[in-house]
DNA sequence: GTCTATAATCAGATAGAC
DNA sequence: GTCTATCTGATTATAGAC
C-alpha cells in the first residue's frame, strides 16, 4: 500500500562520477542541449535509468556538475591569486578554454533552469569577490594609484574580454581577438616585469 | 506517383511575420529551447504545422529570425555611428537589453546548430567591422592619439563590457556593475562634452 | 547496484483534405 | 492558406524484478 519508497544512489558511488564526467564531456563537445539522460548514460558506457537512480531529476544532474567544477574553479582563481604572478596566473585561469566555455555553458543554461540560476549567480559572485578582494594588494604591489581605474571595475573587464574571447573563438570569430591578446598580455608583462614602470 | 511537391508559403505572407514575432518574444522570454514549432504556434494563435509551412525547418525559422534582426542591429549601429554624439550612442546601442539578449541567445544557439553558426559569425564580423572602420576617425576628432590603445581593441572591449552586463543582469548578478557602468558612462561623458581636455 | 519494462509527454515533419 | 490526421522518434521519470 505504502507508495514505493524510491530509491537512490549514494553521493560516492564510483559510477555517480562516471556520470558525471560523462556530462561534463557532453555539455563541452555539443551544448547543454545534448545533456540528456539517455546520451549521459550512452556516453558512460551505462543505462540510462542509471541517471536517475543517482540524480533525481536533470536539474539535480546539472547542479551536481556545476557545483564539483565550481569548487575546483575558486580553488584555481585562489591558487593563482596568491600565486607570485598573480596576474598573469589570473589571466591564463580567465582564459582556459573549457572552464569558459563550461562557464558560458551554464550560463545559457541558467537563463531558463530557475534552479541552476541561483546556483550560478552565487558562484559568479564569490569569484568575483574574491578577486576584488585580493586585486587592490595587488595593484598596490605594482605601484599602481587606485585612481587609475576602480580595481571592480578592472574585475570586471578581464572577465568579459576573457570569457567572450573564448567563446567567440568557439564560433569561429576571430576580429579584433589577437590585439585584444596582445594588448592585455603586454600590459600584465610590463606590470609584473617592471613592477616600478608603468605609463 | 511523383513525390509529393511539398507546398511553402510566401516569405511575405501576414502571418509569417506574426510566427517570427511570436518567435522572438519567446527567445526573449524562455531562451532558445522554448522556441519549438508548437509553442511557436500557440503564441501566435496558429496551428503549429504553419510553422513548418513557412519554414521548412526550425533551423529555417531561427535563420530567418536572427537575419531580420540583424539587419535592423546593422541599420541601427550605422546611424549611431554616424550621429553626433557616436560614442554615447553605441554605447546605448550596444547595452539595449533585448538586443543584446537576443545575441547571447543566438550565440549559444549557434554553438550546437551549425547552420545558424556560420551566420551569426558573419553578421557578428560585419558589426565590429563597421565600428572598427568608424572608431578611429571618432577617437581623432576627440582628438584622442591612436598609441593609446589600438581602435580594435576598444571596439572589441566595448561589445564584451555591453554584452556581458546584459548577461549577468538577466541572471540577477550585480557585483561591479554599478561601477563599470559609471566609469563607462564617465568615460564617454569626458570625451564628448570636453573634445579637447582628457587625460 | 543494475536491470527490464513501461508510462506519459513532447518534439519535428509530412500528407492530403478543404 | 489553413486545417485534421498521422508518423516517427526522442525525452523524463517511475515501478519492480534480479
Redo the contacts with the bound molecule.
Keep these: 500500500m505504502t507508495?514505493?519508497p524510491?530509491?537512490y544512489?549514494?553521493p560516492d558511488?564510483?559510477?555517480r562520477s562516471v556520470l558525471l564526467d560523462a556530462a561534463e564531456e557532453l555539455l563541452l563537445a555539443e551544448g547543454y542541449s545534448a545533456?540528456?539522460?539517455?546520451?549521459v548514460a550512452a556516453q558512460a558506457g551505462?543505462?540510462?535509468?542509471?541517471v536517475?537512480?543517482y540524480f533525481?531529476?536533470?536539474?539535480d544532474l546539472f547542479l551536481a556538475l556545476f557545483r564539483r567544477r565550481a569548487e575546483q574553479g575558486l580553488e584555481q582563481q585562489a591558487a593563482a591569486l596568491a600565486s607570485d604572478r598573480p596576474l598573469r596566473a589570473l589571466w591564463t585561469f580567465s582564459t582556459d578554454p573549457a572552464g569558459a566555455s563550461l562557464t558560458m555553458e551554464f550560463m545559457s543554461l541558467a537563463n531558463h533552469r530557475e534552479a541552476i540560476r541561483a546556483e550560478v549567480a552565487h558562484y559568479a559572485e564569490r569569484l568575483r569577490a574574491a578577486q576584488a578582494e585580493a586585486l587592490p594588494g595587488i595593484l598596490q604591489r605594482y605601484g599602481i594609484p587606485p585612481e587609475t581605474c576602480p580595481p571592480i571595475v578592472l574585475v570586471f573587464l578581464t572577465t568579459c574580454v576573457a570569457r567572450v574571447l573564448v567563446l567567440e573563438d568557439r564560433l569561429g570569430m576571430s576580429a579584433g581577438h589577437d590585439e585584444t591578446r596582445a594588448y592585455v598580455e603586454d600590459l600584465i608583462q610590463r606590470l609584473e616585469e617592471h613592477p616600478s614602470r608603468h605609463d
Tied chains: 1, 2.
Excluded at 551505462?46 to 542509471?50: N, P
Design positions: 507508495s514505493s524510491r530509491r544512489g549514494s558511488a564510483k559510477n545533456v540528456t539522460a539517455r546520451r551505462l543505462k540510462h535509468q542509471l536517475h537512480y533525481h531529476t536533470m536539474d
